[in-house]
């Protein structure tokens, strides 16, 4: 039997005409626009793709968005500068700093000036505080859209065994926080494997959901899955380049062999890629709907 596909790119276009209609509303009946600010700072060529993608969807949806490319040498006291101006501009719902920053920028300080009413990345410790307390916050993008996709994938998550393999603070610690709430498209039981986890697949192979959130090209192998698992494949690994320049990209699972274990997975690209875009937008708009008291 080979796998159902999970297709992020369909599922991300459902949520982007429910945007569509719910910004098209916001403009119509109260007059508001959601603005997102993206700030990139240096050349790093994958970011630029990233936030040339996030620009690009907020065209196509009516967002509006201003962009601040920051030279590589910009001073930390500089970006905290343009943070502020940001956290008071009434026509910018959402900030988000692409990263990594230059080694001269402090991250979790750049992270804590964003006002977190205005954290649509989801990456202010007090975002963090509040989900991992599961009260209502922005949820961390790539996190939210894997939950999402297994909501509109048909997947239970209540009672399901879910293994992450992978502790980032952008996917692992914040999926397996989401996933563990007593709540709709949660209610798990959860277990994070880590580069210090002993026997990785004796944890793997009892999972009903897989999340692979590692970074390694084809980590995940087919002796490491389930019959009839789930496989929800974060990897964006880059092998190569087209000759067109175009970026090749290799998931954290090996997909032709775990296809024919599992019962469900995710393709790379259009899987899981796809959703935090778009849950990226979703932000926005509450964001928006927050400013104005229209939660
Ligand atoms: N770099 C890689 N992923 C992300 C993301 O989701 N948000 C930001 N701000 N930077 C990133």
């Known amino acids: 039997m080979t796998a159902r596909i999970i297709s992020g790119t369909e ?38 793709t990233y936030v040339g993608s996030k620009i690009k ?11 601040f490319p ?26 988000l700093v692409q990263v990594p920053l230059p080694s001269q920028i402090d991250e979790g300080c750049v992270m804590m000036a964003i006002s977190p009413d205005k954290d649509v990345d989801g990456f202010h410790p007090v975002s963090a505080g509040r989900m991992v307390a599961g009260q209502p916050t922005f949820l961390p993008c790539t996190p939210h859209g894997i939950q999402e996709l297994l909501i509109r994938g048909g997947v239970e998550t209540k009672g399901a065994e879910v293994v992450i393999v992978g502790r980032s603070n952008i996917v692992g610690k914040p999926v397996a ?8 498209g949660a209610n798990a039981t959860v277990t994070i494997c880590h580069s210090a986890t002993r026997d990785i697949s004796a ?8 999340i692979a ?10 002796d490491m899955v389930k019959a009839g698992a789930t496989v929800i494949d974060v990897g964006t690994n880059e092998i190569g380049k087209t000759p067109a320049g175009k970026r090749i990209l290799c998931g954290d699972v090996d997909f032709d062999k775990v296809k024919e274990v599992a019962a469900a997975i995710t393709p790379v690209p259009g899987g899981v890629g796809p959703m935090t875009i ?10 928006a709907k927050l400013a104005h008291q229209l939660n």
């Open 11 to 48: 599922i991300a276009q459902q949520i982007r005409e429910e945007l569509k209609a719910e910004i098209i509303h916001l403009k119509e009946q109260h007059g508001v626009v959601p603005g997102l600010a993206t700030i990139i700072v240096g050349d790093d060529p994958a970011s630029q």
């Open 57 to 67: 969807s907020c065209q196509s949806l009516g967002i509006f968005s201003a962009n």
């Open 70 to 95: 920051l030279p590589n040498e910009t001073s930390e006291s500089d970006l905290l500068d343009l943070i502020e101006k940001l956290n008071h501009d009434p026509k910018i719902s959402g900030i």
């Open 177 to 184: 926080n989401i996933l563990m709430q007593k709540a709709n």
């Open 203 to 210: 944890h793997t192979l009892r999972a009903d959901i897989l």
């Open 213 to 222: 959130a590692i970074g390694k090209p084809k980590f995940i192998t087919a």
């Open 278 to 287: 778009v849950m990226l937008m979703a932000n926005t708009v509450k964001a």
